[in-house]
């Protein structure tokens, strides 16, 4: 079925996918699945598989552009697409049998013409007398007694030092930040702006991502505009207020593995 866009879009896809995504960069993959999309979509299709080949379609646009995470993820949403498709071709192949029916009526009658007549004696059966017994007097049910009902546990005191922990707890969680050391009154309307008015609001501010400082940087290594961890002995260090701003100035010494030293000065 090399003619069968579908054949040809799975084809395309599964060379893709082939030992975890090695294909993903094969040149010409975006173009093939693009033109077997777009074959499968003029052939015809469902309404439902149609919405779901266009939205496949929309990604395939800037197939080449995208990084091999995205380029993976297109790839397996194609695959499944191909297996909903496959699946409902499967579906329409099958033949759809008509339910037999039987002429009742016809069949008795061609069964009545064939019959033979045949006279049946009558039998009269005589049945014997069966004395009946009395019913004997019903007994009423004795009562059942009835189950005790035990008294329902009273729960257990709280310590009075654990309710005015938990109370001062709480009262802690929605208290103000200006409540915290060093944050004042400009601070707090900047957080607040932020959505951050109380010490609990601050506890759930979660990262949005972490910088990893456990890799040591060689001074000649550095590149400009890269945040770098370096390790060395800081030699001098001066601070203080000029012109009302603070400013602070650092020189750092660093040793190579080949005995050479670097030098630093950090100001700002």
Not at 99 to 109: E, I, K, N, S, W
Not at 169 to 194: C, F, H, I, M, Y
Not at 202 to 220: F, I, K, S
Request: net charge positive.
């Amino acid at each position: 079925m090399a003619g069968d866009p579908l054949e040809r879009l799975r084809e395309h896809l599964r060379g893709a996918a082939k030992d975890g995504f090695v294909g993903i960069d094969a040149p010409g993959l975006g173009a093939g699945l693009r033109a077997a999309v777009d074959a499968l979509i003029a052939g015809g299709v469902g309404a439902q598989q149609q919405r779901e080949l266009l939205h496949f379609r929309v990604g395939l646009d800037r197939f080449e552009e995208r990084g091999q995470q995205d380029r993976s993820r297109v790839v397996a949403h194609g695959l499944r697409i191909c297996m909903v498709l496959a699946a409902a071709r499967a579906d329409q192949a099958q033949p759809v049998r008509k339910p037999v029916r039987q002429d009742l009526g016809r069949r008795l009658g061609q069964s009545a013409d064939r019959a033979e007549i045949v006279e049946t004696p009558v039998v009269v059966a005589v049945a014997p007398v069966v004395e009946v017994a009395k019913p004997k007097p019903k007994t009423e049910p004795k009562p059942k007694p009835k189950a005790s009902v035990k008294p329902k546990a009273e729960p257990a005191a709280v310590d009075p030092g654990v309710r005015e922990r938990q109370t001062t707890t709480a009262l802690l969680r929605q208290a103000s930040v200006e409540n915290l050391p060093g944050v004042g009154k400009r601070t707090a309307d900047k957080l607040r702006a932020r959505g951050l008015a109380t010490i609990e609001d601050l506890a759930y501010l979660l990262p949005l991502a972490y910088e990893d400082r456990r890799q040591m940087t060689w001074l000649h290594e550095v590149v400009e505009g890269k945040p770098v961890v370096i390790a060395g002995v800081i030699r001098s260090f001066r601070s203080g207020f000029f012109s009302g701003r603070y400013s602070a100035t650092l020189q750092l010494e660093q040793e190579l593995p080949n005995g050479a030293r670097l030098g630093l000065e950090a100001r700002w």
